[in-house]
């Protein structure tokens, strides 16, 4: 099974300001990764797959970066609406596996 | 319009079974894969396993193996996610996934399933 390990575990931030959420695999998943937010009561929904591309609608101040093991999301200026928890998920492997979440709260 | 719609909250007993479902609309439903995540109370997701419609092959995360069986009928574009054995370990959110590709790109809006003596 590919460990999915997000860091941090939560993420204090401003409005307007940036935030960086990272995420680690245990071998390598090329760029079969994809992002997640969700929100109190809601399903998740898709921002990001294939590690870079963001999903229709989701506004371009979201960015993902990386490849094999080591990825990124960016939100460029966080706004009120993207407080929430953040969940990475490899898609190379038959067994899919999620990362256990960052959380960015307001500062 | 992709349409992921579940079944309601159930609340069960230790020991019963209970089978959940999501109807799919607005794709063809025996080309894709489709599958199940559970969040348990306040906490992450977990990847259960998926089905695809055409065949009926499915794939099972080796923690949900033998304790859940996912299927599909294709004849009505539905999923579904049984159990045969509830525990209270169980209580938590599920939600039906659709695969694009191998990322979730739907979600459905999650059954709240409930085990309690």
């Known amino acids: 099974e590919i460990v999915m390990t997000q860091s941090p575990a939560t993420l204090s931030v401003s409005p307007g300001e940036r935030a960086t959420l990272s995420c680690r695999a245990s071998?390598?998943?090329?760029?079969?990764l994809a992002w997640y937010q969700q929100k109190p009561g809601q399903a998740p929904r898709l921002l990001i797959y294939?590690?870079?591309t963001r999903a229709t609608g989701i506004p371009a101040r979201f960015s993902g970066s990386g490849s094999g093991t080591d990825f990124t999301l960016t939100i460029s200026s966080l706004q009120s609406e993207d407080f929430a928890v953040y969940y990475c998920?490899?898609?190379?492997?038959?067994?899919?596996?999620f990362g256990q979440g960052t959380k960015v709260e307001i500062k | 319009e992709v349409q992921l719609v579940q079944s309601g909250a159930e609340v069960q007993k230790p020991g019963e079974s209970l089978r959940i479902s999501c109807k799919a609309s607005?794709?063809?439903?025996?080309?894709?894969?489709i599958g199940w995540v559970r969040q348990m109370p306040g906490k992450g997701l977990d990847w259960m396993g998926i089905?695809?419609?055409?065949?009926?092959?499915?794939r099972y995360s080796p923690s949900f193996q033998g304790q859940v069986t996912i299927s599909a009928d294709k004849s009505i574009n539905t999923a579904y996610l049984q159990w045969n054995d509830l525990k209270a370990s169980d209580t938590g959110m599920y939600y039906c996934?659709?695969?694009?590709?191998?990322?979730?790109?739907?979600w459905g809006q999650g059954t709240l399933v409930t085990v309690s003596s």
């Open positions: 089905v695809f419609p055409g065949d009926s092959e499915t």
């Open positions: 998920h490899q898609y190379n492997n038959r067994l899919q596996t």
């Open positions: 996934v659709r695969l694009t590709s191998g990322f979730l790109g739907e």
């Open positions: 294939g590690a870079s």
């Open positions: 607005g794709y063809t439903f025996t080309r894709e894969w």
């Open positions: 071998q390598t998943v090329s760029s079969n």
